[in-house]
C-alpha cells in the first residue's frame, strides 16, 4: 500500500510562509494525482488543493487561490504545498492524499482518494 507522511505544520504567523511536505514510503508518486485537505476544529474536511501525477495540472479551493501553491518532485517522491500569507482561518489539520484520477483529483473530491496520509497541524496565529 502507499503509505503518505506529512510534515513541515506548526506555528505560523499571518503574512507568513510555510511549506507542507507530503512523502511517500515504500512506493513512488510518479502515476499519482496528489491532493490536499484540511480540516479545522468543529469543522467537516475541505479540499484544498490538487497536483496531477506530471505535475501540468493544478487546482486550488477558492479559498486559498492565490495565496497557495502546490508542486511536486517525484525524484524526491514528495509533494509541497507552500501556504504563503496565512491567515488565521487556514488553521487547521493538513492532510495529503493520492488518486489515480486525475480529473477527480483537479475536483478535490474526497472520496477518490485511495491513500490518506495521518496530517500534519497547522496554527496561524500572532
Known amino acids: 500500500q502507499l503509505q503518505l507522511v506529512e510534515s513541515g505544520g506548526g506555528l505560523v504567523q499571518p503574512g507568513g510562509s510555510l511549506r507542507l511536505s507530503c512523502a511517500a514510503s515504500?512506493?513512488?508518486?510518479?502515476?499519482?494525482?496528489i491532493g490536499w485537505f484540511r480540516q479545522a476544529p468543529g469543522k467537516e474536511r475541505e479540499g484544498v488543493s490538487c497536483?496531477?501525477?506530471?505535475?501540468?495540472?493544478?487546482s486550488f479551493a477558492d479559498s486559498v487561490k492565490g495565496r497557495f501553491t502546490i508542486s511536486r518532485d517525484n525524484a524526491k517522491n514528495t509533494v509541497y504545498l507552500q501556504m504563503n500569507s496565512p491567515k488565521p482561518e487556514d488553521t487547521a489539520v493538513y492532510y495529503c492524499?493520492?488518486?489515480?484520477?486525475?480529473?477527480?483529483?483537479?475536483?478535490?473530491?474526497?472520496?477518490?482518494?485511495?491513500?490518506w496520509g495521518q496530517g500534519t497541524p497547522v496554527t496561524v496565529s500572532s
Open positions: 492524499a493520492a488518486s489515480p484520477l486525475k480529473s477527480q483529483c483537479l475536483g478535490l473530491r474526497g472520496p477518490y482518494f485511495s491513500s
Open positions: 515504500g512506493f513512488t508518486l510518479d502515476y499519482y494525482n
Open positions: 497536483i496531477s501525477s506530471r505535475g501540468d495540472s493544478t
